[in-house]
């Protein structure tokens, strides 16, 4: 049975960071990522790394802010968030699948995590 577990999520100031975590069990996973959904809107693509680490993709409101890393022996990907903005408050899930690409569709995946809520106050 496949668990993605997401931690890391919390309350911080605009211009600060943040260190998301997904923890899976119960497979290993060619494409791992992030999605973000905001109260009313659609669930957003966030970023995505494969297996090797060589392929990375993130979506065009977080490039360049957002860096995604993945640790292949504890089965771990990381999200780290910099210079964090209030738009980017939602809960974020962590997702795996097979594919890596630039603005992947959430049904492109194939398991989720629950989420975690990250708040970035003005």
């Known amino acids: 049975q496949v668990q993605l577990v997401e931690s890391g999520g919390g309350l911080v100031q605009a211009g600060g960071s943040l260190r998301l975590s997904c923890a899976a069990s119960?497979?290993?996973?060619?494409?791992m990522g992030w999605f973000r959904q905001a109260p009313g809107k659609e669930r957003e693509f966030v970023g995505v790394?494969?297996?090797?680490?060589?392929?990375?993709f993130f979506g065009s409101s977080v490039k360049g802010r957002f860096t995604i890393s993945r640790d292949n022996a504890k089965n771990t990907v990381h999200l780290q968030m910099n210079s964090l903005k209030p738009e980017d408050t939602a809960v974020y899930y962590c997702?795996?699948?097979?594919?890596?690409?630039?603005?992947?569709?959430?049904?492109?995946?194939?398991?989720w995590g629950k989420g975690t809520l990250v708040t970035v106050s003005s």
């Open positions: 119960g497979g290993t996973f060619y494409a």
């Open positions: 997702a795996v699948g097979t594919v890596v690409g630039p603005e992947l569709r959430p049904d492109g995946m194939d398991y």
């Open positions: 790394i494969s297996w090797s680490g060589g392929n990375s």
